[in-house]
Structures are given as C-alpha cells and as structure tokens.
C-alpha cells in the first residue's frame, strides 16, 4: 500500500537566520601573565592615634587592629620598558610596573573602636611580556590583601603585611572574520507563575554578502626577482619585439589568506645593442586592483594559479596610462608568466614568462570558511 504523500505547494523561503562570515571587531590578547607581590614594611601611626593606643595600655586595654583596602583606590601603570632577549620570541620586553594602592587602619581597644588613619602604598615589580608594536599592556590589580602584625609597636611605627594580584594582559584591537549567525535570548525561566511567552527574536540587520565582508582567498603565493637579465616582449612597430634587460619582479597575492593583502611591482630596464632598437624599451607597472585568484585544480594543494586586475603602466618617454593584467604564479615549474594589455582593449603591451628560483617562489592553499 502506498503512503500518503501530500506534494509541498507554495514557495520554500530561504533561512533567516543563515551562518556565513562576519567581520568583528575584538580585543586580541597576545601576552597574559599573573604576578603576585607582597610589600611588608612598618608605617608611621598619626600622634592623635598613638595617644589613644598608649591610654588604651595604661589602662590594660588590649589593642588589636585591621587593614582594609581603600575601595577605588587601585592603580597600575606601566613605567618603563626595554628590550629582552628571550630565544623564539620576538618583540619580547622587560616591563617595569608600578603598583599602588591606599590601605586604612583600624585600632580598636578591647574591641571598642579608637582611631583610625589611611596609608598609601606604591611599589614596583618587573616581569618579561610579548609586546610587539602596535599592542598595549594593559594591567588590572584583582585582589589585595592586608593584615596588621601587633607584635609590638616600633617607634610608633606599625606593620603591614600587604600581598597584592594583578593581571596583566599585552592587548590589540583588531577585526577578525569569522564564522557566525546572530544569536537569539533564550525561553525565560518562570518564576512561581508562568509568564507569557515570545515567539520571535529580536531581528538583526542583514549583512552586506555582495561586497563586505570579502571571501578568503582559495590559494596564496608570491614571487620575486630582483635586478636579473631577462628577456622581455614588449610593444613594438605593431607587434612584439624580444628586449634583453634588467627585470624586478615582486608579487604578494593573499597574503595570510587576504586578498587586500597583495600587491604587483614590475620594473623593467632596457639594456641598449644587440637588436635592440634604438628606442628606449623600458616600463615600470603597479596594480592597483586585484581579482581573487583561480587556484589550479590539477594537484591538492595547488601547485599553480592564475590572477588578473588593472595597474598603472609607464612606458619610458610616455604618458603613464591603465592597463590589465594576466599572471600565472606555477610554483612547480618555478615559472611566472606575466601579460599586460591595455585596457579595455585586446593590444598586448608587454608579455614576458620568466624563470625564478625556488627559493623566491611559492603557492599554498588557504582554509576557506
């Protein structure tokens, strides 16, 4: 017997709520250590208080005290900071902290109230952080601890045993993309009578997916000459002419997996003779827009890939003008083949496919959310 299958009728609408990435903007922590210190000294008792504890004695009273932490009265601030030298870590600092904070003391006689007066107490502490540029050390005293040693009174000096916790945190502000959905509160737990219950969350204003936050680049490379002899066919009496000369070459295409984080830098100097013309050949070219690179699907990771954008390029004894490009980053051939063509046109500027070290030329894959 067959099921009773009903056909869906009507229009499926899409998640409201998708996951997809975000673009956030938190505080990072690159260092965070925990130190703890204790300060025991003796402090001056105020005349006014020495002269109640000495009628306290005289009429065989006994004294006790206590410590207690002035509220607000917490401060720690960074008061100088110098170079460590610490293997594997680099822009790690010899930090110099200052403590402070006010203690009141409390006198009793016989457990009757007599006086009372606040110390401040302020004192330093050194401790090794990751503190690169651009980050903030950040310092944050959590607990203090006081107490009162009555052993006998010195020269009308008491002592303090003072241990004092910070938190201190080396920190940033930076964006981050990540992988998200806005979130909804969660049922209300009733308490005694059952309370009415919502059924929507509060609505969130849809992110911008056409253009903010920008996709994670599927593969990155990068590519560099410097001042090698190369051949180069470059624009010529209607066609293209082989130019011997000196080719600089540095290409970075998403960096840390970013395509913001590329660049294009091509220079090229023509070297005079052979059959060469007389004709100044040389060229100099900046992209100024990259498109995300077409990763090659023939190995896993990708050995190979293709990237195309717009530049400016500066013909020797010409107008600078714009221009596209095509390059292909091969890190098995250890080639980078590289065309300029004008833009918006189909006439081929420079073409040139050069020969780079191994050492100077790399392609890897990115994770993708």
């Known amino acids: 017997m067959g ?13 409201p709520n998708p996951i997809g990435p975000e673009c956030i903007r938190v ?36 004294v006790t005290a206590t410590c207690e932490e002035v509220l607000g009265s917490r401060d720690c601030e960074v008061a100088a900071c110098r ?60 607990e203090v ?21 910070a938190d201190v945190q080396v920190e ?13 509160p969660r049922q209300a737990i009733p308490v005694e009578n059952l309370r009415p219950q919502c059924d ?6 849809r992110q911008c997916p056409t253009f903010f936050p920008p996709d994670n680049c599927g593969c990155q490379g990068s590519a560099a000459l410097q001042n090698e002899l190369r051949t180069v066919a470059v624009r010529y009496g209607g066609g293209l002419l082989p130019v011997n ?6 290409t970075v295409i998403c960096d840390q997996c970013t395509l913001s984080n590329s660049s294009l830098t091509v220079m090229f100097q023509d070297l005079p003779g052979g059959t060469d013309p007389a004709v100044d050949q040389s ?8 498109n995300q690179p077409i990763c090659s699907l023939a190995t896993d990771p990708p050995a190979a890939f293709t990237v195309t954008g717009v530049g400016t390029i500066k013909l020797a004894g010409q107008e600078e003008t714009n221009a596209q490009f095509l390059m292909i980053i091969d890190d098995a051939a250890n080639t980078v083949t590289l065309a300029f063509r004008e833009e918006g046109g189909v006439e081929t500027i420079a073409d040139m496919v050069v020969a780079i070290s191994e050492d100077n030329i790399s392609v890897g894959a990115c994770d993708r959310f």
């Open 283 to 290: 060229f100099t070219f900046f992209a100024t827009q990259l």
């Open 3 to 15: 099921k009773d299958i009903k056909p869906i009728q009507g229009k499926q609408t899409p998640n």
């Open 245 to 250: 000369g000196r080719l600089t070459l540095n």
């Open 145 to 165: 601890d006081c107490a009162v040693v009555l052993s006998r009174l010195l020269d009308n000096k008491v002592l303090i045993d003072l241990v004092i916790c």
């Open 27 to 62: 505080t990072k922590v690159y260092d965070w250590v925990v130190i703890s210190d204790r300060y025991i000294n003796k402090v001056d008792i105020p005349k006014d208080c020495i002269a109640r504890i000495k009628r306290c004695l005289k009429r065989a009273g006994q």
């Open 83 to 142: 170079p460590a030298k610490v293997p594997g870590v680099e822009g790690a600092r010899i930090v110099t902290l200052v403590l402070s904070t006010e203690l009141r003391i409390h006198f009793f006689c016989s457990g009757r109230f007599i006086c009372k007066f606040t110390v401040p107490v302020s004192f330093t502490d050194e401790v090794i952080l990751c503190n690169p540029p651009g980050t903030e050390i950040k310092c944050d005293i959590f």
């Open 200 to 205: 929507r969350f509060p609505l969130f204003p």
């Open 172 to 184: 940033a502000e930076v964006k981050l993309e990540v992988e998200a959905k806005f979130c909804g």
